[in-house]
């Protein structure tokens, strides 16, 4: 199982960027995927995901509000639009597959696809 993040880049802060979560040679329709961050010097957290279970979505407190993670049905791919920017959303995201998408987004990943670059300054 692999999987590839794309859609970073550089924004002004309260900019948006649309993140692209893709499985290379499969559909991301019946799992459950994750988004996850890490920011220079800091450990990774979970930002969002969403249950292959009714499409049940989680966010963190920190982006409540602000990004929305949703289902490309006729790409079959899973995108994360973040709205309102702020400099301490900079960070490597990645999405994953995972066992489990609940409050507080935990760590239950299977497997990790590669990160992309986000980074909000002015």
């Known amino acids: 199982v692999q999987l590839q993040a794309s859609g970073g880049g550089l924004v002004q802060p309260g900019g948006s960027l649309r993140l692209s979560c893709t499985g290379v040679g499969f559909s991301l329709d019946d799992y459950t995927i994750g988004w996850f961050r890490q920011a220079p010097g800091k450990g990774r957290e979970g930002v969002s995901c969403i249950s292959e279970h009714n499409d049940r979505t989680q966010y963190a407190e920190s982006v409540k509000g602000r990004f929305t993670i949703s289902r490309d049905s006729a790409k079959h791919t899973v995108t994360l639009q973040m709205n309102s920017l702020k400099p301490e959303d900079t960070a490597v995201y990645y999405c994953?597959?995972?066992?489990?998408?609940?409050?507080?987004?935990?760590?239950?990943?299977?497997?990790w696809g590669q990160g992309t670059q986000v980074t909000v300054s002015s």
């Open positions: 994953a597959t995972s066992a489990y998408c609940l409050p507080g987004i935990p760590d239950t990943v299977h497997s």
